[in-house]
């Protein structure tokens, strides 16, 4: 017999319930959209919660075939922004699953 197989056994039971948990938030996550933008507001793009771009919006006063560059850098700046708000969402629906983080399992990590 293994010496506190009992609290074995239910340790694993919280882990298996806890990776069921962090599954089905990260799906959830997956689900949710935000909106990153540049230049006030005249590049949009939303980008998913695991961090996929779905649409990108462009004010038609922003294109200048004359300014590609900056187009190219609002461009950029507005999937940065998105990307940032997406891991910060993220991150909030972890927190969720995970208050305290990872538990700790004394004598076993």
Do not use: C, H, W, Y
Request: aromatic share 2%.
């Amino acid at each position: 017999m293994i010496p506190g197989g009992g609290n074995m056994q239910q340790i694993m039971k919280q882990v298996q319930k806890m990776q069921k948990n962090v599954a089905k938030a990260q799906e959830e996550i997956a689900k949710m959209t935000v909106e990153g933008t540049a230049g006030g507001g005249t590049v949009k793009v939303v980008v998913t919660g695991d961090r996929r771009v779905t649409a990108v919006t462009l004010a038609p006063e922003v294109v200048d075939p004359e300014d590609i560059e900056m187009l190219q850098d609002l461009i950029v700046a507005a999937i940065s922004d998105g990307m940032k708000k997406a891991e910060e969402l993220a991150e909030a629906e972890m927190k969720k699953v995970l208050p305290g983080g990872l538990p700790s399992f004394p004598g076993l990590f």
